[in-house]
């Protein structure tokens, strides 16, 4: 079956080609959505905006205030690069309904957890990010 894109991490496949791709459109833009939240503003070529640097968060004291601005950088940066996926909800410190990071989280950690959509599809997809 032919794919999208590659699939990153990058890695072998047997069964795609030289490396694994996505599949599927939402998979596609689930990986894209990820780029552009772990992506430092500045660090793609051609493209100084691009980007959220979620990292850059990573040691400043957790507080409503970084919360609101970190929301708002996911909004306004989602609607310009993808405006076909619609953030649903940001939610801070929690895990994702699989409980992978129920033993991670902790003052020190912040997960990030983002609801969104993808229009024209109407499934609701979730994307956890820990900040470590």
């Known amino acids: 079956m032919p794919g999208i894109s590659a699939k ?3 890695s072998v496949s047997q069964k795609d080609g030289p ?3 996505t599949k599927t459109v939402t998979e596609a833009l689930t990986q894209d959505f990820k780029m552009l939240l772990l992506t430092n503003p500045g660090e793609r070529i051609m493209d100084p905006d691009f980007g959220i640097g979620i990292r ?3 040691f400043e004291n957790a507080s409503e205030f970084i919360y609101d601005e970190l929301t708002s ?5 989602t609607a310009s690069y993808l405006p076909q996926i619609q953030i649903e909800k940001v939610l801070f410190n929690e895990s994702s309904d699989d409980n992978q990071l129920n ?3 902790d003052s020190n950690i912040i997960s990030i957890t983002i609801r ?5 599809f109407s499934n609701q997809e ?3 990010i820990p900040i470590i």
């Open 8 to 10: 990153l991490p990058l």
């Open 19 to 21: 490396y694994r791709l």
């Open 56 to 58: 850059n968060y990573l």
């Open 73 to 77: 950088l996911i909004i306004d940066a």
């Open 103 to 105: 033993d991670l989280i």
């Open 116 to 120: 969104f959509s993808i229009n024209p």
């Open 126 to 128: 979730t994307l956890t």
